[in-house]
């Protein structure tokens, strides 16, 4: 795992970074613990049986730096009603194609630049572009889906979402067409999760920088604004928390034993996130 470059050989220094996540630490420690029990009956699993919609819909909060964009791609790629940032069920299928195709074709790893496997378009990118005037200077693709398009789309036919927005977005779902929600959250270790967000906005930790809260903050993506405690006090939202790591094994064998596989499996097309 790639950590942030730090100056100083003092390690006992980088302790002071937990300073700057110590709240956020507590707050996890809120949310109840996610197990991983013995498939229910309620999706194919692999099995090949009749499938039959769970009770509830399923969302995982898509926090950075946790391994969220393979899991949405790999899931809506090979099961039916996944939704998300990077990716939707009904068209993963023909996004993963042209991503291979792409990378054939220019002989680009796909894994290597994210700025790279973005070069490949399609009406999402110039919808966009169209919105905005071209100010998202051609990201948004059906493989990094605008969050507007999700919200006019809509999520009545989605069994599981991973989204990475502002908390207030899963709050419909407390009242969401007689539903209720599991909503998953992943748990990194705050020094490790700081170090790889230090890598991903490539700013280097300064220990020997006494403000080490402003240091914290020129790397932190997302954490406070994706996940909020008040989110365990909404009706119908049970919330739980699972370790990172379990991130592609007992969690992906728990969330696929809930979604129905579809008709042709493919292979997932690798891509940096950043």
């Known amino acids: 795992m790639v950590l942030g470059r730090v100056k100083t050989s003092s390690w006992i220094l980088c302790l002071c970074i937990l300073i700057s996540f110590t709240q956020f630490a507590l707050m996890m420690?809120?949310?109840?613990?996610l197990d991983f029990p013995a498939a229910e009956n309620v999706g194919d699993g692999g099995r090949g049986l009749e499938y039959t919609h769970p009770n509830r819909i399923f969302g995982q909060v898509h926090m950075t730096k946790t391994g969220g964009?393979?899991?949405?791609?790999?899931?809506?790629?090979?099961?039916?009603?996944?939704?998300?940032?990077?990716?939707?069920?009904?068209?993963?299928?023909?996004?993963?194609?042209?991503?291979?195709?792409?990378a054939e074709r220019t002989r680009n790893d796909t894994k290597a630049n994210a700025m790279d496997w973005r070069k490949v378009r399609d009406s999402y990118t110039w919808a966009q572009r169209g919105k905005d005037g071209g100010r998202s200077q051609n990201l948004a693709s059906r493989g990094r889906v605008p969050s507007w398009i999700g919200d006019e789309?809509?999520?009545?036919?989605?069994d599981y979402i991973i989204e990475e927005r502002n908390w207030e977005f899963w709050?419909?779902?407390?009242?969401?067409?007689?539903?209720?929600?599991?909503?998953?959250?992943?748990?990194?270790?705050?020094?490790?999760?700081?170090?790889?967000?230090?890598?991903?906005?490539?700013?280097?930790?300064?220990?020997?920088?006494?403000?080490?809260?402003?240091?914290?903050?020129?790397?932190?993506?997302?954490?406070?604004?994706?996940?909020?405690?008040?989110?365990?006090?909404?009706?119908?939202?049970?919330?739980?928390?699972?370790?990172?790591?379990?991130?592609?094994t007992g969690y992906m064998e728990y969330i696929a034993s809930k979604l129905q596989k579809k008709r042709i499996q493919s292979k997932y097309v690798e891509r940096a996130s950043n």
């Not at 006494?210 to 405690?229: I, L, M, N, P, T």
């Open 69 to 102: 964009t393979s899991l949405n791609g790999e899931l809506a790629l090979n099961y039916e009603r996944v939704c998300g940032h990077k990716g939707w069920s009904y068209d993963a299928y023909e996004v993963n194609a042209r991503m291979k195709r792409w």
């Open 153 to 158: 789309i809509g999520y009545h036919d989605c």
């Open 29 to 33: 420690k809120s949310v109840s613990e």
């Open 171 to 248: 709050v419909q779902f407390g009242d969401f067409h007689n539903t209720t929600m599991e909503l998953h959250l992943p748990c990194r270790d705050p020094v490790n999760h700081l170090m790889s967000m230090c890598n991903h906005r490539g700013a280097i930790f300064d220990c020997t920088n006494s403000d080490y809260r402003a240091e914290a903050d020129r790397c932190k993506v997302g954490v406070r604004d994706r996940f909020d405690c008040r989110l365990l006090d909404v009706k119908n939202i049970d919330v739980k928390c699972y370790d990172y790591e379990d991130q592609f």
